[in-house]
């Protein structure tokens, strides 16, 4: 599903560094880490009434895939909730928003990989924007399996959110040129890892199962379901499954919090039920509870 230009975003005001821009003069140097070399890392966030769905836990993620590429001024979560909240206190929002938090190396002396170039500090950029969630997840998405294998630890780290993300875009242009929704990502060894943007689950007798996390993203979405799955006592089993354990599924979903629990209703031209009564229930179940996961952000 493309995303559209929504009118209501045409005049952002946008966090970056230490003070709000409009969405025109809202830039970052050309010589800022994530235009030299992707040099960053990022989390998205969904704000709700109640507040940001698993703040603290996106904070960590972005905290340590900041520490794992050695970033020397890592801000604290206090100063990174404040810059959130002066964000969405400008732009009027309370909910249906999405936040693309960005933190960079930030700026370097010259052109360059070599982060002791990097003597301007790090870049917080609060990207909040008008977003409904990014799929419909009443008639589900299909996808496609891509050659492009994702990234495991041997490679690049797929536990580090950083901004290379061109391993998942080459998967989803192989979506996009056989029109599906997303590119399914098998690992060095063929299992599947998850989609271009998001993780997998499948159900099967009565049980929910997922790939490991050795070759996707640890997806706080998915660690989400498989606590919820615990709580409502459907066995859940982390473990090595290959496209026939998908295609064969008595149902798939989709998981991440641009779409939260989306139904996967056709991987490689074969059709997956969406109907099943396990499936419909963790779908039922986190639609009911993802609020009591936001976490409001108060003022320091
Ligand atoms: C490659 C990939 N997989 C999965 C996810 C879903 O992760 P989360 O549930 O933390 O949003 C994302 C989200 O950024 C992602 O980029």
């Not at 998205?44 to 794992?68: F, M, N």
């Not at 590429?69 to 969405?88: G, M, N, R």
Request: proline share 4%; aromatic share 6%; glycine share 6%.
């Amino acid at each position: 599903m493309l995303q559209t230009f929504n009118e209501k975003n045409r005049h952002l005001k946008v966090y970056i560094k230490d003070r709000l821009y409009s969405r025109e003069a809202a830039k970052v140097s050309v010589f800022d880490s994530v235009v030299q070399g992707g040099d960053a890392v990022w989390e998205g966030l969904r704000v709700y009434p109640e507040g940001i769905v698993c703040l603290d836990a996106h904070l960590t993620r972005l905290q340590e895939s900041a520490k794992t590429l050695a970033f020397v001024d890592i801000p604290s979560k206090a100063v990174i909730k404040e810059a959130i909240k002066k964000t969405l206190d400008a732009n009027d929002m309370t909910t249906d928003t999405h936040i693309r938090l960005t933190l960079t190396r930030g700026e370097k002396i010259t052109s360059g990989m070599d982060p002791r170039l990097n003597q301007s500090g790090s870049c917080l950029i609060v990207l909040a924007e008008w977003k409904p969630l990014v799929y419909d997840n009443d008639s589900g998405i299909k996808v496609i399996s891509t050659s492009q294998r994702r990234n495991a630890p041997q490679f690049l780290d797929s536990k580090i959110h950083h901004n290379n993300l061109l391993n998942n875009i080459l998967a989803k242009i192989q979506a996009n040129v056989a029109g599906k929704d997303a590119g399914l990502m098998l690992d060095e060894h063929g299992f599947v890892a998850e989609l271009n943007g998001s993780n997998l689950f499948l159900v099967k007798e009565g049980k929910v199962f997922t790939p490991h996390a050795h070759a996707c993203l640890p997806g706080i979405t998915r660690k989400t379901v498989i606590e919820m799955c615990e709580v409502m006592k459907i066995p859940l089993i982390e473990k090595n499954l290959s496209l026939s354990d998908f295609i064969n599924a008595e149902g798939v979903f989709a998981t991440g919090t641009m779409g939260e629990l989306t139904p996967v209703v056709e991987i490689d031209g074969r059709s997956i039920p969406k109907e099943d009564a396990v499936m419909k229930s963790v779908l039922n179940h986190f639609s009911e509870a993802i609020r009591s996961y936001c976490e409001p952000l108060t003022s320091t």
